[in-house]
């Protein structure tokens, strides 16, 4: 009987052998792209590398016209060297143009619903047609998915742009309290270039972006100013000359209090900002002005803040996820709202920055 | 004289043996259908179906204890004479069928879908099968052995199922009580249905050696349940927004999906192989409790060759039908209907008519 039994046991562990797939024989998809071709078609690239030793790219990109993604791979499969796989996909990117005219939840449906997908790809947007960034040549960086992504996690880190993953993007789509955004990509001079925020409204449409000099703010507005987040202001009112002075925000306490007030969401936002200075390019007794530099330096901020927040205003979306506090404690009022982001539009936002010089570095 | 000496369990494996059973194929999608009524208040009503399960499985025990050494099948017979309660018995049976079935389907739709997907269904459920067979075979002792090296073999799923909560916002919870107290009663009957697997007190209780301890270990044993099921319905509200909870079929699964490791992608696979231990304490009590009744029900002592026959019976079914994902949920369906009655109703009445009974029956010796 026991013997018997290890029989079986064999026969059963080598039952996966029957359908292996080998790693050479595959197409893994590390960057898939969307766009819109000339007759409003849809452009499907993929970017996966070839392991081949013989080959002279160490990645191949492959486009094709279809209705929908998964359409567009199904097709693909007729170019690619080995089975098209999309579980290791580290970027989805959409063109502004693309994402200007498409909702583009209907779209990326396919990586939530196939939970062979990854879901925790990075969502970007690509300002300008797709094909430039496709057929860029770097010869001085690794393959061209793994740049992308280096890029953009470097960028996030340094506050110039901003990251979301696929399950973000969704979240923050199907919420009703916020509305989603995403990195922009850019290729200058040859070379890749992340920096900015795109903004999408409510059906998921591209309407607008945040500079690159507004990311930082908008980081700040996350709450996420760690590790470090660097800014650079003129001490034109300060010292009446054209000078400049670097911070780097080390720490940060924020609180959001909505309310609702004739007819209208207000928020009261106080935060207090832990900074180092790290640069002076003109001198500055630090010892005697060091109240009067903090209170030039919070209302610098709240100036910059106050002006992205007046954009997204505009725009009509609220990435930020002010929303959220308003659904949290103003729940009753919250519900009547027929669409957060218009009511959004109408609130009023008064933020409060203090700002506490933890030191000035080495010298006096 | 005690008809069970040579499968006693202990009280420890009695716990996890029944708190095993509750903890299995529900939780994956139990946040969903809480948000479904009660949007993010439904972890209140888990702590209500708790208490309602806690009263449930004491009236079983207090039921039981009059009887010490029978089971559900032997009480029918004792109280109900041989037609009637050889009518409970089949129910019960039957019962314990649909569940095993169920289970098992369903554990074996998920593997398709997340991990196996072009794996044969009767493959996977010869590999199902097996090690149900081999413990299915010994009785109650080696199956609260069985439940007990599981729940320590699992006890870090919990830990890792808490790491997406620092990336969501406990915004999403607030306010409590958003829409009154009206959706989180009607969202109780879903969170009773989860608590399903104490009912099996009623084949396991004769098999407990101390059986003082047997009220305290059903407590402990809903609190774990309870206790997992809270932990993992809090994280998916905290993670997922609440618009976005509802579109999702397995929330605990997509919660998994954004654990990512520079090493590892795809951690929901790893999770999930383990999890099929989890599936597997759920699945084998009621293959137990089915191939016990139907021995007992043609009198023989021996389960073995039934085991056999039943599993048997899976294997060959499973080659000529593949259930698609409808006909598992219209499953799933029926058994929380008959759940409810199975494991709330007939408890309580029984509970009625076995205490009116001996009264009656007291009153006569007297």
């Known amino acids: 009987m026991k013997k018997c039994m290890y029989v079986i046991l064999c026969f059963f562990i080598a039952t996966g052998c029957g359908i292996r797939t080998q790693l ?87 990586f939530f619903r196939d939970p062979k997908n990854s879901t925790t790809a990075n969502f970007i947007v690509f300002d300008g047609p797709l094909k430039d ?13 793994v740049a992308i992504r280096d890029v953009i996690l470097t960028a996030h880190a340094n506050k110039q742009t901003t990251k979301i993953n696929m399950l973000d ?32 409204n409510r059906q998921r449409k591209y309407v ?46 924020f609180s959001y209090k909505p309310s609702f ?104 | 004289m005690k008809r069970y000496q040579f499968n006693e369990i202990t009280t420890m494996q009695y716990i996890f043996l029944i708190s095993g059973t509750q903890v299995g194929i529900g939780i994956l999608s139990l946040p969903t259908q809480l948000a479904d009524l009660a949007n993010t208040d439904g972890w209140i009503s888990i702590i209500i179906g708790w208490i309602i399960s806690i009263i449930a499985s004491t009236i ?20 109900f004479g041989r037609i009637f309660g050889a009518f409970i018995h089949i129910a019960f049976v039957a019962y314990a069928s649909l569940a095993s079935t169920t289970v098992i389907f369903t554990a074996i739709h998920i593997i398709q879908v997340w991990v196996l997907p072009n ?44 790491v997406p909560l620092q990336k969501g916002t406990i915004l999403h919870m607030l306010p409590m009580l958003k829409e009154g107290w009206a959706p989180i009663i009607q969202s109780v009957k879903t969170t009773v249905l989860s608590f399903l697997g104490f009912e099996l007190a009623f084949v396991f209780y004769p098999f407990l050696k101390e059986k003082k301890h047997a009220v305290k270990a059903m407590v402990i044993a809903n609190s774990i349940s309870a206790f997992t099921f809270l932990l993992i319905t809090i994280t998916c509200f905290i993670f997922f927004s609440p618009d976005e909870i509802p579109s999702l079929i397995w929330p605990t699964l997509s919660l998994l999906k954004t654990i990512e490791f520079s ?18 304490t759920t699945g084998i009590p009621y293959i137990f409790t089915t191939v016990f009744g139907i021995s007992q029900l043609i009198g023989k002592k021996d389960h073995t060759i039934i085991l056999l026959v039943v599993v048997c019976i899976f294997i060959f079914t499973s080659f000529l039908y593949t259930p698609p994902f409808s006909h598992i949920q219209m499953m799933g369906s029926w058994w929380e209907r008959y759940g409810l009655w199975g494991a709330y109703f007939f408890p309580i009445g029984l509970f009625i008519y076995t205490s009116i009974a001996r009264w009656f029956q007291g009153g006569k010796k007297k």
């Open chain 1, 169 to 200: 993007f969704r979240r923050s789509s199907l919420d009703r309290a916020q509305t989603p955004f995403a990195p922009i990509l850019k290729v200058h001079k040859g070379d890749l270039v992340a920096g900015g925020i795109a903004l999408f």
């Open chain 1, 24 to 110: 050479d024989e595959l197409t893994l998809v590390l960057t898939v792209g969307l766009d819109e071709g000339k007759d409003g078609n849809l452009l499907v690239y993929s970017i996966s590398p070839v392991f081949n030793k013989e080959s002279k790219n160490i990645y191949e990109v492959i486009r094709t016209v279809g209705m929908t993604p998964r359409n567009g791979r199904s097709k693909a499969n007729a170019f690619a060297s080995g089975k098209i796989v999309g579980g290791k996909a580290q970027n989805i990117i959409v063109s502004k143009t693309f994402a200007k005219n498409h909702d583009m939840f209907s779209y990326l449906d396919v």
């Open chain 1, 261 to 364: 007030r004739n007819g209208a969401f207000h928020f009261d936002v106080h935060m207090k900002l832990g900074v180092i200075v790290t640069e002076l390019t003109t001198y500055i007794d630090m010892k005697k002005e060091k109240k009067k530099v903090e209170k030039w330096l919070a209302k610098e901020i709240q100036k910059q803040l106050e002006s992205i927040v007046k954009k997204m205003q505009k725009y009509e979306v609220d990435p930020v996820g002010f929303g959220l506090y308003a659904r949290a404690y103003e729940y009753k009022l919250f519900q009547k709202q027929k669409s957060w982001p218009k009511a959004f539009a109408k609130a009023k936002i008064n933020i409060h920055p203090t700002v506490e010089i933890i030191s000035y570095g080495v010298l006096q």
């Open chain 2, 119 to 162: 794996t044969p269904n009767y493959l996977i459920m010869m590999l199902f099968m097996l090690p149900g067979f081999l413990i299915t075979r010994n009785g109650a002792r080696v199956l609260g052995r069985y439940a007990e090296f599981v729940f320590y073999l699992t006890l870090w799923m919990p830990v890792l199922i808490a």
């Open chain 1, 208 to 253: 607008g972006s945040l500079s690159q000099k507004e990311s930082p703010y908008f980081a700040i507005l996350k709450k996420n100013v760690k590790p470090a987040t660097s800014l650079t202001f003129q001490t034109k009112e300060l010292t009446k000359q054209k000078e400049y002075v670097s911070i780097s925000i080390e720490h940060g306490d």
């Open chain 2, 60 to 79: 079983i025990i207090k039921t039981m204890e009059k009887h010490e050494q029978d089971t559900i099948f032997d009480l029918s017979r004792r109280y």
């Open chain 2, 263 to 280: 090493f590892i992608e795809r951690f929901e696979v790893i999770f999930l192989s383990f999890y099929l231990f989890v599936m597997s």
């Open chain 1, 133 to 145: 960034l496709m057929y860029v040549r770097l010869d001085d960086k690794p393959r061209l998915s």
